[in-house]
């Protein structure tokens, strides 16, 4: 628990009251939609592990260019979700990326972790507006990733607020990533007790309905780290497919939470590397029916509006599975 219990409920994006509410209480005094308590371990809909559909977020962070735009579309045969940059972007390719049905998020300007609340600001609403420039419409950029992971703590949300962001994906973990307690994403309503992560930290005031997807560190031998490359001793197509399957086997055998893969602009120009993370995405397509790789906007729409594996062909987030890409480079389930 945070040593600070103040909280704040915010009348606006900039004015914000404080008022001393309890610890969040699963149905109660967070519901869903718009609320969900961190420590809520139920499955959202209240449906079976069994009926949920496995969800994985394959994610990308900081600049695209003609430099690494070839590599990211070999490894994909579904969507994903990039976090941009403006810094070293070309922003044509970010719009030919939204046209394909990827989500464009948004990290800092740079690339780097911003030194006051003012600068947060400033580096979110320029990359924002940088990429609503590019033609991607401004209502689609709902998510945001810290740099490195390090989460921003207030000054970072009082940017999310001020930008109209309406998720963050920044927060890893290496105490909530075993199958028995994998989280379900959250919101900051009541963020007094909420979970630390391990660089930076969350936020201590209240941000009514903006969620975190929170990013369980991947394990290999004994080693833990949330981005593939930190993981030591993965030397083989081998390694990297049994990193990831690994991981995922904890989410598909426990509730199905969500199921976060990021992707490093280093860790695909290794063959190896790319092998293994594309046969792991080929397997889990192949052999489990019930699992699909979507943007995190599309999870966080499940996650609000919950439907069973059985009714999953008839639900609008899923929709873009069923297309045939024009430019014929993939298709998806």
């Known amino acids: 628990m945070h040593p600070a219990t103040l909280f704040v409920v915010c009348l606006t994006a900039l004015t914000c009251v ?63 979700t990039f976090y941009v940059q403006s810094t070293n972007t070309d922003f044509t390719i970010v719009k030919e990326l939204s046209d394909l049905g990827f989500e464009i998020g948004i990290t800092t300007a740079d690339g780097t972790v911003p030194q006051s609340e003012a600068d947060w600001r400033t580096s979110l609403t320029e990359v924002r507006d940088a990429v609503v420039a590019s033609g991607v419409p401004a209502e689609q950029i709902t998510g945001f990733r810290a740099p490195s992971l390090q ?118 120009l290794e063959q190896y590397r790319m092998d293994g993370t594309r046969q792991f995405l080929q397997f889990i397509r192949a052999a489990f029916e019930d699992t699909w790789i979507l943007t995190t906007s599309q999870s966080l729409e499940w996650i609000k509006n919950p439907v069973s594996n059985a009714n999953t062909t008839d639900y609008a987030p899923g929709h873009v599975l069923d297309q045939v890409w024009r430019n014929g480079l993939f298709t998806c389930r």
């Open 151 to 268: 989460s921003g703590g207030d000054p970072e949300f009082s940017a999310l607020a001020v930008s109209q962001l309406q998720y963050d994906a920044s927060c890893s973990t290496t105490t909530y990533d075993q199958e028995a307690n994998l989280l379900w994403p959250y919101t900051y309503d009541f963020p007094a007790d909420a979970p630390l992560c391990n660089g930076g930290s969350p936020p201590i005031t209240e941000y009514p309905g903006i969620w975190q997807f929170t990013v369980p560190d991947l394990q290999f031998n004994g080693v833990k780290c949330a981005t593939p490359p930190a993981c030591t001793g993965v030397l083989t197509q081998r390694d990297v497919f049994n990193l990831f399957y690994d991981s995922f086997v904890n989410h598909y055998q426990g509730r199905r939470t969500p199921f976060v893969i990021i992707i490093t602009p280093d860790w695909l």
């Open 18 to 80: 404080t008022s001393t509410q309890g610890q969040c209480v699963p149905g109660d005094n967070c519901n869903p939609p718009d609320c969900r308590c961190w420590n809520d371990f139920s499955v959202p809909g209240g449906f079976d592990p069994l009926d949920v559909p496995q969800v994985v977020l394959i994610t990308f962070q900081y600049a695209i260019s003609t430099v690494n735009e070839a590599t990211y579309l070999r490894l994909f045969e579904a969507v994903g």
